[in-house]
């Protein structure tokens, strides 16, 4: 059964000073939504075709325009598949933050299988490197050098070292066969 249109004088006269002021497609569509249904009794399966749209996509641009007086409601962002509250977060990083304050070096894995211990179910441990991200934790030092590297020999190696590098000579057969 199809959606039956309800609209009042004021939504179809809304639309008609769209229709007849804006300079745009999408803003001519919109109002044409409505109109399509109201005045030239098409049903909506039949209008949207006739626009070149989806039936989502119509009872979308009817919405806006019937709800274009309103103050505008939230975005549709935030975080609708959040294993944990922020507050139950903090609760579960609290313990590893009174270690880290005592000068332990923290690793992820452990915090990880606590985490998936506490939830009962197998994670990706991306996750666990996102809640440490939302909580402002990060890594005390970069991984930027070998940890065994030696500056002053590497140093020394630059400045002693020749400039192009030259294979050894090596010995030929004819020159093994004359010793």
């Given at each position: 059964?199809?959606?039956?249109?309800?609209?009042?004088?004021?939504?179809?006269?809304?639309?008609?000073?769209?229709?007849?002021?804006t300079?745009?497609?999408?803003?001519?569509?919109?109002?044409l939504?409505?109109?399509?249904?109201?005045?030239?009794?098409?049903?909506?399966?039949?209008?949207?075709?006739?626009?070149?749209?989806?039936?989502?996509?119509?009872?979308r641009?009817?919405?806006?325009?019937?709800?274009?007086?309103?103050?505008?409601?939230?975005?549709?962002?935030?975080?609708?598949?959040?294993?944990?509250?922020?507050?139950?977060?903090?609760?579960?990083?609290?313990?590893?933050?009174?270690?880290?304050?005592?000068?332990?070096?923290?690793?992820?894995?452990?915090?990880?299988?606590?985490?998936?211990?506490?939830?009962?179910?197998?994670?990706?441990?991306?996750?666990?490197?996102?809640?440490?991200?939302?909580?402002?934790?990060?890594?005390?030092?970069?991984?930027?050098?070998?940890?065994?590297?030696?500056?002053?020999?590497?140093?020394?190696?630059?400045?002693?070292?020749?400039?192009?590098?030259?294979?050894?000579?090596?010995?030929?057969?004819?020159?093994?066969?004359?010793?």
């Amino acid at each position: 059964m199809a959606r039956t249109v309800q609209f009042n004088e004021s939504h179809l006269e809304q639309a008609r000073n769209i229709r007849d002021k804006t300079h745009r497609a999408s803003d001519v569509i919109k109002a044409l939504a409505i109109l399509l249904p109201a005045e030239a009794k098409l049903n909506t399966k039949d209008a949207a075709r006739v626009l070149g749209i989806s039936e989502r996509t119509l009872f979308r641009h009817q919405a806006d325009i019937r709800n274009q007086d309103a103050p505008p409601k939230a975005s549709w962002g935030g975080r609708r598949n959040a294993l944990l509250s922020l507050e139950e977060e903090e609760a579960f990083l609290a313990p590893w933050i009174a270690k880290a304050e005592c000068g332990g070096v923290l690793t992820v894995p452990p915090i990880h299988h606590a985490l998936m211990e506490r939830l009962g179910e197998k994670i990706p441990i991306s996750t666990t490197y996102r809640i440490l991200a939302r909580h402002g934790w990060r890594k005390v030092e970069p991984d930027t050098r070998h940890p065994k590297s030696d500056p002053e020999a590497q140093a020394d190696f630059k400045k002693n070292s020749l400039r192009r590098w030259q294979p050894l000579a090596r010995k030929t057969s004819t020159d093994c066969l004359s010793d």
